[in-house]
């Protein structure tokens, strides 16, 4: 007997003839004498209609009330989950956020969870109680409702299964697990059998939308053994059918030297915004940042350009869209303190990465990147570089181009084109 | 300074524009110097999509997660007023149910409040912070999330209005105030200034779909005064533009004897059962009613026809369209146990009524009503009589005309059309 925790994807969860199919995957792992818990995200498109009506509400809405309002997608699915489970004879209830508690910071909007009360969660499923818990949602120490950010559902799951102690995390998604690249940008993309946490952490933090990063990042450090998979695909007796993601260890050496890079991610989801004439003294970039961090609002990529003769400098970061309107409110708010000239801002770009943990022990994946790009004439707007992962900023309209580009470059297409 | 209850119906909340318009009324209000708590619906046809959801999952299902589903609709709704009042200017934040909490007992989907804890509330109202409460939804002893019952929303105003001693319940609907019947049905129909709690408890009832039963009554018990007016009119500087709701006594002598018939209502929601070779011995009926009252379900209009020669009987009844499935399923299980011959049931059937204070005074109400269908060829179903009502069951497709017919033979006819 294992205990498990699943978690859909709101591609799975679009519709009650899902739900169902969900339900029926459930009853099969509780078949095999497991403890489940689920972990439900919103059905797909949901979200967007909820964030939709706050911003349409006020450009500048009140993070609490955004998240009472977005949290209801994921009680939604929860109710209707353990309803389809009690109509296949599987004993089941939902847990809300508020109810089990999940406890997190008061962050509103991108909240983090801080601690989860699961002795009720234990007894439940140990009398054979099917768990159902909304993603994405928790309360904070005021009593509030708060939600952890797009995506939160991955977080919720990896930290109920560490909470838990599960001995594996399911995330049951629209892809069979993690590919060199989205196969629906690039046919010939791969599958692979095993990332480590620390791939995965750069795949998902650049946009490869099969995890949520902050969910890989708690997954590698409370030591969950999470697996990808699809909730589309024919159930197997095959324990493992997706993508294992793994530590280091368990990765081959043979392996780490042969891959040179494991994959391509495309994030479309930034904003570059551009100060000019920041003053070039100590401390001036500190100050564009800190108001930054204050308002919670993530910072990526940043590049300083060489001061002009001036004395200034101009300094282009990227923030995620969703909190653009956010980011120029504080930016200007804070003009006489930093000191800047203008503020411009640009949706119309996206980042392009190339991953892999081969990378630090080779060189010139950079520039094969660079000449690969400027091949096909795409205009490279900002670099930034880890020890595992290249990124570039590039305009929108290049993005699937750039990707495909890349994938050949680094020889990652499969031999042929996948089967349909 | 006054303390105001204001509630707004789902047609008043569809949409941000109109939540917009919602949020400057409140404002409105505040700026009289009074303190305001606004209840809210979901919007216009949100709760029906989850409702639908919830039978769609199962039409036996769990009423303890149809809760968890059908309380969204509001959550989300008083989220998003919040931010469109703060948006104006005006301090608010949103209470949820479980938040304040609004206690209730663990009938769900048709829970009774029981208790409100108001010290929060009475606090940020004093502090000059609109409360934003979703309306139709409570939390149970056990902690889990109850709703009300449809219409629900009008009991939590009326509730939260006793709670806070409030001056006034403003109910605002997308109707101006109680007509004598639906002006949709009938273009002709008044507009009344006074109606008694009495009466406004049989058209609510009834389905005059102004305000729900409950909270009429509720209203009665703790003597709140309610106002009910449309929230599309232009806001009036007359304290009370709608039609108030009052006691007895504050209904002149000469208005009761003038006044026969104050109007005529019209519900839709009822769907007929009649079980057929029922034994004719004591306690037979008992044991029909007293498994459906155990599982919460509403029986209206009883008819019990004369025995056969057999012994045994036929009897017909009403419960709410949305209890069918359930009471069928209930009376099923105890066919044994109540011994009869067959089950059969009708939605297609409405149920037609007449309603007046003066009623009481009168002869010949029901005559009329009976002379005035017959001459339609309408064919009575069932008749069901109280002090200050008549209602008849009758085939739904002539709902309209019944009502049309009894509006004009009861002298209720506005001399000349209302103009748009």
């Known amino acids: 007997m294992a205990r498990i925790v699943m978690k859909f994807g709101g591609t799975s969860m679009a519709g009650i003839e899902r739900i169902r199919n969900v339900a029926e995957r459930v009853k099969r792992e509780t078949e095999r004498g497991n403890e489940v818990a689920v972990v439900v995200s919103a059905m797909a498109g949901d979200t967007d209609r909820l964030v939709n009506f706050c911003r349409e509400a006020s450009s500048l809405y009140d993070p609490r009330e955004y998240d009472v309002v977005v949290a209801t997608g994921e009680q939604v699915t929860s109710g209707l989950l353990a309803i389809a ?109 095993k990332v480590t946490y620390e791939e995965m952490l750069e795949l998902a933090s650049v946009g490869a939308k099969v995890l949520q990063t902050r969910s890989v990042g708690l997954a590698m450090k409370e030591g969950v053994r999470v697996q990808v998979l699809s909730s589309f695909d024919a159930p197997t007796d095959d324990e493992t059918p997706g993508t294992m993601i793994v530590g280091d260890n368990e990765i081959e050496e043979s392996e780490m030297e042969r891959q040179r890079i494991t994959g391509i991610a495309l ?139 890349l994938h050949t470059a680094y020889g990652l297409d499969a031999p042929e084109a996948l089967e349909a």
Not at 318 to 337: F, H, M, N, W, Y
Not at 377 to 383: E, L, S, Y
């Open 267 to 405: 994030d479309k989801n930034e904003a570059k915004i551009t100060l000019t004439e920041v003053p070039d003294r100590p401390g001036a970039v500190a100050s564009i940042f800190a108001p930054l961090a204050d308002a919670n609002i993530n910072v990526d990529v940043i590049v300083q350009n060489i001061a002009h003769d001036t004395g200034s400098t101009d300094v282009t970061f990227t923030v995620p869209g969703a909190e653009l309107a956010r980011a120029i409110d504080v930016l200007e708010k804070a003009q006489g303190s930093i000191g800047y000239g203008n503020l411009r801002h640009d949706t119309k770009i996206c980042k392009v990465s190339v991953v892999g943990v081969g990378m630090r022990s080779h060189a010139g994946v950079a520039s094969t990147m660079f000449t690969a790009l400027a091949g096909r004439g795409i205009n490279i707007q900002a670099i930034a570089t880890s020890e595992i992962k290249v990124s570039v900023l590039i305009e929108e309209d290049y993005a699937e181009l750039a990707v495909r580009v």
């Open 85 to 193: 489970l009690q109509s296949l004879g599987v004993k089941a209830r939902s847990w809300l956020g508020w109810q089990l508690p999940i406890r997190t910071n008061d962050a509103h909007a991108s909240a983090r969870i801080q601690d989860i009360d699961t002795e009720a969660l234990i007894a439940a499923m140990a009398a054979g109680e099917v768990a159902v818990i909304p993603g994405f949602q928790g309360m904070a120490e005021s009593g509030r409702v708060t939600t952890l950010g797009r995506g939160g559902s991955d977080t919720s799951a990896v930290a109920i299964a560490a909470a838990v102690k599960a001995d594996r995390c399911d995330i049951y998604t629209d892809v069979d697990g993690v590919y060199t690249t989205d196969p629906r940008i690039v046919p010939r993309a791969r599958k692979l059998a």
